[in-house]
C-alpha cells in the first residue's frame, strides 16, 4: 500500500521558516519522483517543487518561479522521507502542501510552469496546512 503523509504545518509569521517533511512508504525512491503542490483557498491546486529519483540523470531540483530562492526540496533515500524547507515566507505562501510521487518526473515538472493542474501524480498526500500570518 502507496502512502504518503506530510507533516510540519502549522502558522509562521511572514518572513519566518518551516519545514515540511513527507514521509513515503510502499513504493522505492530510486523509482519515483517526488513534488511538493499546494492549494491556496479559492484557488487551483499548483505545483511548488519537484525532486527526481535520479538527480544524477534528470538534473534538478526544480521550483516554480515564484518560490525560487526561498524553498528548498531534499530527500532522505535511506529514511524515504521528502522535506520541503520555506524560509522568508508570505502571506501568499498561505496553502494546503500536499506531497506526491510518480514515476514520470516529467508529470510533475510541468505542473510548475502550469496554473492548474494538467495531469494528476499518481499518488497523493493527505496535505497539511501552512498559515503565514502575523
Known amino acids: 500500500q502507496v502512502q504518503l503523509v506530510e507533516s510540519g504545518g502549522g502558522l509562521v509569521h511572514p518572513g519566518g521558516s518551516l519545514t515540511l517533511s513527507c514521509a513515503v512508504s510502499g513504493i522505492s525512491s530510486d523509482t519515483y519522483s517526488i513534488g511538493w503542490f499546494r492549494q491556496a483557498p479559492g484557488k487551483e491546486r499548483e505545483g511548488v517543487s519537484c525532486?527526481?529519483?535520479?538527480?544524477?540523470?534528470?538534473?534538478?531540483?526544480f521550483y516554480r518561479e515564484s518560490v525560487e530562492g526561498r524553498f528548498t526540496i531534499s530527500r532522505d533515500k535511506v529514511k524515504n522521507m521528502v522535506y520541503l524547507q520555506m524560509t522568508n515566507r508570505k502571506p501568499e505562501d498561505t496553502a494546503v502542501y500536499y506531497c506526491a510521487a510518480d514515476k514520470l518526473l516529467a508529470v510533475m515538472y510541468r505542473e510548475l510552469h502550469t496554473d492548474r493542474i494538467i495531469r494528476q501524480p499518481g499518488y497523493w498526500g493527505q496535505g497539511t496546512l501552512v498559515t503565514v500570518s502575523s
Open positions: 525532486i527526481s529519483s535520479d538527480e544524477n540523470r534528470d538534473g534538478g531540483p
